[in-house]
């Protein structure tokens, strides 16, 4: 397959976007499920010292969107609804954890005998989530998605 073939293939079939809604979905499962394994009390304990409103019910909503959102996204179901719900959850912890500590994700401070150690995270990755979820929101379903399944049944 020569190069122009690949390519076509890749952007009129809309398949280079099937990687980057695996990846954002898995993604924000994984935090999800993170949170929920870590104890949702500890995430209300972190809204808390954000001053949060109603830390408790935040917390679990918190852990909802991103575990059903991100399983939701694997699948390709609700793509352009779930975006909004899911870049604001992005934008607040960029605002409220992230923006003090500058662009950059990682922040190498040293090499130890216990290995890496990091300095505070910046809000670069909460920017790479945010503009995946624009491409994901604004595009058509991608394949092997429910999405496109669904808009394929209905056209019938």
Same mark, same amino acid.
């Given at each position: 397959m020569?190069? =122009?073939?690949?390519?076509?293939?890749?952007?009129?079939e809309?398949?280079? @976007?099937?990687g980057?809604?695996? @990846?954002v979905?898995?993604?924000?499962?994984?935090?999800?499920?993170?949170?929920?394994?870590h104890g949702?009390?500890?995430f209300?304990q972190? #809204?808390?010292?954000m001053?949060?409103? %109603?830390?408790n $019910? #935040?917390?679990?909503l918190? %852990?909802a969107?991103? #575990?059903l959102?991100?399983?939701?996204?694997?699948?390709?179901?609700?793509v352009? $609804?779930l975006?909004?719900?899911l870049a %604001? @959850?992005?934008?607040?912890?960029m605002f409220g954890v992230h923006?003090p500590?500058?662009?950059?994700?990682? =922040?190498?401070?040293?090499i130890?005998?216990a290995?890496?150690?990091?300095?505070?995270?910046g809000?670069?990755l909460n920017?790479?989530?945010?503009m995946?979820?624009?491409v #994901?929101? %604004?595009s058509?379903? $991608?394949?092997?998605?429910?999405?496109a399944w @669904?808009?394929?049944?209905k056209?019938?």
């Open positions: 020569n190069s =122009k073939s690949w390519r076509a293939v890749l952007g009129n809309r398949w280079a @976007l099937v980057l809604r695996l @990846l979905g898995f993604g924000f499962a994984a935090h999800g499920y993170a949170k929920l394994e949702v009390d500890h209300a972190v #809204l808390s010292a001053q949060m409103p %109603v830390p $019910t #935040l917390a679990w918190t %852990v969107v991103e #575990l959102g991100g399983v939701a996204l694997l699948v390709g179901a609700f352009p $609804t975006c909004l719900p %604001v @959850l992005m934008l607040t912890a923006l500590y500058g662009f950059s994700a990682v =922040k190498l401070r040293a130890t005998a290995g890496a150690q990091f300095g505070p995270v809000y670069e920017l790479l989530y945010s995946a979820l624009l #994901l929101a %604004v058509p379903p $991608t394949p092997l998605s429910l999405d @669904l808009a394929r049944r056209s019938m």
